[in-house]
């Protein structure tokens, strides 16, 4: 079989005008960048054309390190709908760089269910990343001139800044730093340290905001820590909020492409789920639902990670509700919850199998919890034998659920043609709005507890000294009501990457508890978790290339 990259290469490619089109998209309004790439302007976003759509959603089991396929059989199933009739758009996040040349690679899919042109959005793009960073930056540099003015000085205390740099990569290095070395010209010392794009607060902003107005709005909620006599002090007070709102500007607009086979994609934002809310932009997310009757989007990670903020903020936010849940389970995945080695997922056995399926029931649970119908999608390899995936087909029918087999990375929308018809059926026939895991105006700790207790399966949660003092000052902060946006590993249903399958009689610990007011949450950090990943022992940068001609290889 040909590689990702050489797949996409020998796809034909329709003019972006001709899927602007296809949506009712005129095309002197659109924004070209060249020729397959185009901005969606925001008054194409109609909350009138929203009514009686039909969202749905596509989430995972916990994955293995190497993913699950979210996104392949998101693009997959969006193709097979338009092939059973369905007008159907695709909404996805945006690639990250960290990951593009870290361990997992590009974030376009695979096989013949790709977005296109895959080269592009797995490196800049239509530059949103770029300009999320100079938003976050200048916010940086803003905090460290004031620190350093003798006449406009707000008081900062320098020891209270909360506000961390962002680049889109993952540099360890960059996790703790110290700034302003160099005299008294070069600023005022401190520390300091970078977050990766992703996890930025700019980026859970832009993807939480409704308009323009309402991200400036959010860029001036932004906390940064206080003075020396312990008054707030946030990016409004620096009068920081209008210029980070004019450079992004273009940001805001949400990103047309296509699939391998011209089904729309409207691709928008990209925080991580493990240590943001892991999902794309409301905007994007609005505006398919505005221009398609049907709208694919995914959460990231497991359905205990990117899901369940899904609901609890985005959908707390916004008003939407999906019709329906696919969960994307894959052999492998659920044999290496049962014990099997990285080594041997490719290797037929059912013992493992059959013991890693207490995951797959786990998020099936979670699922149902929220009110919502569920769906399994399992994502087939060439190496899963049918005794195995009968297993889970037989285990979802005993549960009440739905198993259908999708080969949309060798077969495309082909091979989601009997997905996309049951997605469909399951989505008509439920009529649930979604119940939210908890209240907004619950305290933190049961807000957390709520969440780790009934999503992750915990007997409870141990607040670290650290933690307590952040819920004391985000309650003097006013900011209690916020949803939580909980930062966990995605290799565990617990806040230990080491305990895989369903694992029970554990306690997640919250060491402490970051403010994002400006995207409206709190984000309680557990575990080892970092809001700046690493790059892993052999990165995937070291096999990508570029040969004379200007061709990417390596790429996938």
Not at 56 to 79: D, H, R
Request: glycine share 10%.
């Amino acid at each position: 079989m040909k590689s990702d990259i050489e797949l996409a290469r020998e796809a034909t490619l329709k003019p972006i005008s001709e899927i602007a089109a296809e949506l009712g998209i005129q095309e002197d309004d659109l924004e070209l960048y060249g020729r397959y790439k185009a901005k969606i302007p925001l008054n194409y976003l109609s909350q009138e054309k929203i009514k009686d759509k039909t969202l749905i959603l596509v989430s995972a089991i916990s994955p293995t390190p190497a993913g699950e396929g979210k996104t392949t059989v998101s693009i997959g199933l969006s193709q097979g709908l338009n092939r059973i009739g369905k007008k159907c758009t695709v909404v996805l996040r945006e690639p990250s760089l960290g990951p593009v040349f870290g361990i997992k690679g590009g974030a376009t899919g695979g096989g013949y269910s790709q977005v296109l042109p895959m080269e592009d959005i797995n490196l800049h793009f239509t530059g949103d990343f770029s300009a999320i960073e100079k938003a976050n930056n200048l916010l940086s540099a803003l905090i460290d001139n004031n620190i350093q003015s003798k006449t406009r000085s707000l008081g900062i205390d320098p020891r209270t800044v909360t506000w961390k740099r962002a680049i889109d990569m993952n540099d360890r290095s960059l996790r703790h730093i110290i700034v302003g070395l160099g005299g008294t010209l070069s600023g005022v010392p401190r520390e300091g340290g970078f977050n990766i794009t992703a996890a930025s607060e700019i980026m859970a902003a832009l993807c939480l905001a409704e308009d323009l107005p309402d991200l400036k709005k959010r860029m001036g909620n932004i906390f940064i820590g206080f003075t020396h006599d312990r008054k707030p002090v946030f990016a409004r007070d620096l009068g920081a909020h209008g210029a980070m709102t004019a450079l992004m500007k273009d940001a805001i607009k949400p990103n047309l492409v296509q699939t391998m086979e011209g089904t729309p994609a409207i691709i928008h934002g990209g925080p991580f789920a493990n240590i943001a809310q892991g999902t794309n932009s409301v905007i994007a997310t609005k505006m398919g639902l505005a221009l398609s009757d049907y709208v694919v989007t995914e959460a990231g990670f497991g359905f205990d990670l990117g899901a369940e903020k899904f609901f609890d903020i985005k959908c707390g936010y916004s008003g939407l509700s999906p019709k329906a849940v696919v969960l994307v389970a894959t052999i492998r995945a659920l044999k290496y919850h049962g014990g099997a080695l990285l080594t041997d997922l490719t290797t037929p056995n059912t013992e493992t199998l059959k013991k890693g399926l207490a995951n797959l029931e786990k998020h099936i649970e979670n699922i149902q919890a929220f009110a919502i119908c569920a769906v399994v999608g399992i994502n087939r390899f060439a190496t899963d034998s049918d005794e195995e995936i009968e297993i889970v087909r037989d285990y979802c029918k005993n549960m009440g659920i739905d198993a259908v087999v999708a080969d949309v990375w060798g077969k495309g929308g082909e091979g989601a043609v009997e997905l996309a018809e049951t997605v469909s059926r399951v989505a008509a026939r439920c009529k649930n709005v979604f119940k939210p895991m908890y209240e907004w105006e619950w305290d933190i700790p049961k807000k957390v507890e709520t969440v780790a207790k009934k999503i992750y399966g915990a007997n409870a949660v141990d607040f670290t000294k650290k933690a307590k003092s952040d819920i004391e000052k985000i309650r003097k902060l006013g900011l209690e009501k916020l949803p939580i946006c909980i930062a966990k590993t995605q290799k565990s249903l617990s806040d230990n990457p080491d305990l895989l399958g369903r694992p029970k009689d554990f306690i997640v610990t919250v060491r402490e508890i970051e403010i994002a007011a400006g995207a409206g949450f709190v984000i309680p950090i557990t575990g080892d978790i970092m809001r700046m990943p690493g790059l892993p022992a052999a990165p995937a940068a070291e096999n990508i290339d570029i040969d004379d001609q200007g061709n990417i290889t390596g790429l996938i």
